[in-house]
């Protein structure tokens, strides 16, 4: 069983649509990051919302934490190709840091 | 900048041998663990440590040993290989709070047969 679960697994869109990936959980974090990796690579951090309700930007990604702090969602504004990747959500629980199973997204031109 | 250094990139065992999969960072970070990552499964955490001497289980534990004798080193120790340890293993260092980032090695591809 997945503590977080996230949505969609798959996503392949065209170049300049909009796009939300989901991480739901039953358990609530005292953290939440949200991570990219490309093939070869490790995951690098793109943010960490702390706050129940908080919304962080990052050019064209707006990431928010929900009110109760048991799930956040990553949406994309005009998709480009570079976008493509893995994007991972973690929440930090008892010391740990656990990952959802990630959401594969293709951006096609 | 080294990182995380985790060596060897791509190993090949066959069922029942024994390796160690090296991890090691230079930003004097306390928090060490280990990942595996399967299609579909996203990171599942094998152990982690918070400072040497110090090292804990994580979601998938079994089959792998760990120590963590200084700062810099967090090694993984597969004591009998299975197929299904068959997975791209992650290493990741950080600062001890909840709300840090981790910083991931490259991986290493490893195959049992």
């Known amino acids: 069983t997945q503590l977080l679960e996230q949505s969609p697994q798959f996503l392949s869109i065209q170049e300049g649509e909009n796009l939300t990936v989901y991480c739901n959980s039953s358990?609530?974090?005292?953290?939440l990051q949200w991570y990219r990796q490309e093939p070869g690579e490790g995951p690098v951090l793109l943010v960490t919302?702390?706050?129940?309700?908080e919304v962080k930007k990052l050019k064209r990604l707006t990431f928010q934490f929900g009110d109760a702090r048991k799930d956040s969602s990553l949406h994309i504004t005009a998709a480009q190709p570079g976008d493509t990747g893995l994007y991972l959500c973690?929440?930090?629980?008892?010391?740990?840091?656990?990952f959802g199973q990630g959401t594969e997204l293709s951006v096609k031109p | 900048n080294a990182g995380v250094t985790q060596t060897p990139k791509f190993q090949v065992l066959k069922t029942g041998q024994s390796m160690t999969l090296q991890c090691a960072q230079d930003?004097?970070?306390?928090?060490m663990s280990w990942y595996r990552q399967d299609p579909g499964m996203g990171l599942r955490l094998i152990h982690y440590?918070?400072?040497?001497?110090?090292?804990d289980q994580g979601e998938v534990p079994n089959g792998y040993n760990v120590s963590r004798s200084t700062t810099e080193d967090f090694p993984l120790r597969l004591l009998s290989a299975a197929p299904s340890q068959t997975s791209v293993y992650f290493c990741?260092?950080?600062?001890?709070?909840?709300?840090?980032?981790?910083?991931f090695g490259n991986g290493t591809r490893l195959t049992v047969t």
């Open positions: 990741a260092s950080g600062q001890v709070s909840y709300n840090s980032p981790l910083h």
């Open positions: 358990s609530v974090f005292s953290s």
């Open positions: 919302v702390v706050t129940g309700g």
């Open positions: 973690a929440g930090a629980q008892g010391g740990k840091l656990i």
């Open positions: 930003m004097n970070h306390e928090y």
């Open positions: 440590s918070v400072g040497a001497g110090i090292t």
